[in-house]
């Protein structure tokens, strides 16, 4: 990793006008002064005493001098502290880790005690940026371990393992609300599937984290919640989970995607009567080719193609007939599966092919799962279910943090929720409401 403590050519610098307009408030000469002066005395721009720090101290200390001031309501050195009344004492010493590395600033006093500074506040050792730097950091994966050492290196910071978990740890509190908020009446579709993370309890053991995700009557994308499951994926903890988006609020939704477990469907029927159950065709498939050997993979997948294209529930029926009169005696448990999984299969074949395009698969949420795996699979296995969760939850929420993946995501959308306007009609108003 490149060492971000260098020298830099501060003459270069502030001989080279801006490229841009400054950012208002920002006098650019006086910049440029600091900057030559820094050049002039052979001060470095970052690093250990560079001129970022300084800057960061000064500005710092400035900001608490002037809640002081606002505090007593006097400036320093007025006449009018001389009232008998509260008044400076003094300054403490106390150094904070900010984006720029550890600073050693001093922090104003009162002879009474009850000044509560804002800007750092009491017992206060980090500045937020480098907090949402920890989180953003974990988010992507990294362990604390990682996390301090990259401190370390880059910023010259000695922040403890514990320290980072503490950071971290202050998510949870959001997450519960988030798990906990009110949801839409009705979502046209919702996607249902689960991930497997590996938990130490007492021996290391696949748990599944359940993930629902919708698509609102805006072509937004909502992810409704996470779980963590005990054991292998189940209905009946779906079920625990339909039951929980149905009491926050869902009271409907048009189609539910999912993958081919046994189960399932009822368990949606169960919560949303009025709900279309698809199964995932990128499920079936992946479920075709681990029956299958994998010089025939390619094959297999040109051969049933033209079943999941076709333009009608017979036009498919027919064509799974001849791809089961081909691989029928070689591979029976592909034919086996496909039939067992037909009813909720063909749905969307029903459709126009502006919701087909959509909602044949699970791949918007294999979209966020492969986030989350990525962000897991860096810690390799977690201590307990509460680690687990909040690795995922810092993945789910670092998820498109410029806003362009949403725009693309609703212009994905729009034709397909027209259709839905058509083919549901009337059901998605409640939504609106």
């Not at 610098?13 to 950012?23: F, Q």
């Not at 005990?230 to 903890?237: I, S």
């Not at 909602?359 to 897991?376: D, F, G, L, P």
């Amino acid at each position: 990793m490149t060492e971000m403590t260098m020298t830099v050519d501060t003459s270069a610098v502030a001989k080279k006008k801006p490229a841009v307009t400054p950012a208002e408030g920002v006098d650019a000469v006086l910049v440029g002064q600091l900057v030559e002066q820094a050049r002039a005395a052979g001060l470095q721009l970052t690093g250990d005493g560079g001129l970022l720090q300084q800057l960061t101290k000064r500005v710092i200390e400035a900001a608490l001098d002037g809640e002081i001031t606002d505090h007593l309501g006097y400036d320093r050195g007025d006449p009018a502290g001389n009232n008998g009344l509260n008044s400076r004492n003094g300054a403490r010493a106390k150094t904070v880790l900010t984006e720029v590395g550890p600073v050693e600033i001093t922090v104003p006093r009162d002879r009474e005690g009850s000044f509560e500074p804002q800007i750092v506040k009491k017992r206060q050792r980090r500045l937020s940026g480098v907090e949402d730097m920890v989180i953003s950091l974990s988010a992507k994966g990294l362990t604390t371990g990682e996390i301090s050492a990259h401190l370390a290196e880059v910023y010259g910071a000695d922040v403890s393992r514990q320290t980072i978990s503490t950071i971290t740890d202050k998510v949870i509190e959001g997450m519960s609300e988030w798990q906990n908020r009110p949801l839409d009446a009705v979502y046209p579709v919702v996607f249902l599937d689960a991930i497997h993370v590996k938990i130490r309890d007492g021996k290391v053991a696949n748990r599944p984290i359940y993930v629902a995700l919708a698509v609102t009557v805006d072509g937004t994308r909502d992810i409704l919640g996470l779980w963590a499951g005990d054991g292998g994926e189940g209905a009946k903890f779906w079920l625990q989970v339909l039951t929980e988006l149905k009491n926050r609020g869902v009271e409907d939704a048009c189609m539910v995607v999912c993958d081919g477990l046994k189960g399932l469907p009822d368990a949606i029927a169960a919560t949303w009567p009025l709900a279309v159950v698809q199964t995932c065709v990128i499920h079936l498939l992946r479920a075709s080719f681990r029956y299958a050997g994998r010089q025939h993979w390619a094959e297999i997948a040109k051969a049933l193609k033209p079943v999941y294209t076709a333009p009608t529930e017979a036009a498919a029926q027919a064509r799974f007939d001849e791809f089961a009169e081909a691989w029928g005696t070689t591979y029976p448990a592909i034919i086996r599966l496909w039939r067992n999984a037909w009813a909720e299969f063909v749905p969307f074949l029903a459709f126009d092919a502006e919701i087909r395009t959509v909602i044949c698969s699970t791949n918007a949420i294999e979209s966020v799962n492969a986030r989350i795996r990525r962000a897991v699979r860096a810690r390799g296995h977690f201590p307990n279910e509460a680690a687990a969760l909040k690795c995922v939850y810092l993945a789910v929420m670092s998820l498109d943090p410029t806003g362009q993946g949403r725009k693309r995501w609703t212009m994905r959308w729009k034709p397909a929720l027209n259709a839905f306007e058509m083919t549901f009609e009337g059901r998605l108003a409640a939504a609106r409401r």
